[in-house]
Nanobody
Framework: QLVESGGGLVQAGASLALSCVASGGGFRRYTVAWFRQAPGREREFVAA????????RYADSVKGRFTISRDNAKNTVSLQMNTLSPEDTGVYYCAADSTIIQSSIADSRAYDYWGQGTQVTVSS
């Protein structure tokens, strides 16, 4: 089970940190990711950290502004979001999977476990 927190309403240019806590064991064996979905749009990839070698990947739209990190001891994955813009508005979902291959890290269909989502709204 994945549970996100940290969403909210902020102004453009602000920062926000999201957190996702996983229940169960073996967290270090999971690739973890963040996706988001804006109203009327499909769910899109934001960032991910592969289970091995701490390889990370970011969507071009967030590169340099967002940072994904994990704490295996606390079964937690975080997303630090800086310099937010209204285009970042949406529901942010945490996802995890233990069998995903690196080439599929940005494909939402490859993830078996999802959180309920947390709303992020950025006003202009």
């Amino acid at each position: 089970q994945l549970v996100e927190s940290g969403g909210g309403l902020v102004q453009a240019g602000a920062s926000l940190a999201l957190s996702c806590v996983a229940s169960g064991g073996g967290f270090r064996r999971y690739t973890v990711a963040w996706f988001r979905q804006a109203p009327g749009r499909e769910r899109e990839f934001v960032a991910a950290e592969f289970r091995s070698y701490r390889v990370t990947r970011y969507a071009d739209s967030v590169k340099g502004r967002f940072t994904i990190s994990r704490d295996n001891a606390k079964n937690t994955v975080s997303l630090q979001m800086n310099t937010l813009s209204p285009e970042d508005t949406g529901v942010y979902y945490c996802a995890a999977d233990s069998t995903i291959i690196q080439s599929s890290i940005a494909d939402s269909r490859a993830y078996d476990y999802w959180g309920q989502g947390t709303q992020v709204t950025v006003s202009s």
